[in-house]
């Protein structure tokens, strides 16, 4: 894999084909995320891997944007401890997690996007989820409705320039 090439040409993915994954694939792309790093090794993440529709589409009623977790062949909620002092090193960490996890899935033809679950109380009684762990993140996989955008180029304009976000030495 080229992982700079791979980072280019990641795009989201939100209308997946109805078509479940291997068992495998779901292995190695939860295998990425475990192997992420994080703040002092703590691997604070646990993650929950939705297969059941019914379950999928409950869960894309917790989030005002989380409509495609309802289409995807899998779902993958990243829960952390509940620390509210922690929270952005958490939130961070499960950040690196979700980022492999998604290279991953890309190099396998499986496309991804992120959801935040804005009722995050909601997702931990769906999920069975114990009550010091949060759930604000969650993962769409699945292989895309549109197979061309996992070969087509990324849109022209999608992404600033390097000269409009790097200051070198000082701002």
Known sequence: MDVLEAIRAKRAIRQFADKSLPDDAIRAILNAGRRAQSSKNTQPWQFVAVTEKD?????????????????????????????????????????QAASYMQLAAWELGIGSVIATIYHPDQARAILSVPDDYRCDVALSFGYPANASLMSDSPRPGGRKSLDEMVHTNHW
């Open 55 to 95: 379950v999928l589409a409950r869960l894309s009623q917790t989030g005002d944007f989380a409509s495609h977790l309802a289409g995807a062949a899998l779902g993958v909620v990243l829960a952390a401890p509940d620390e509210p002092e922690r929270h952005d090193w958490l939130m961070f960490d499960l950040g």
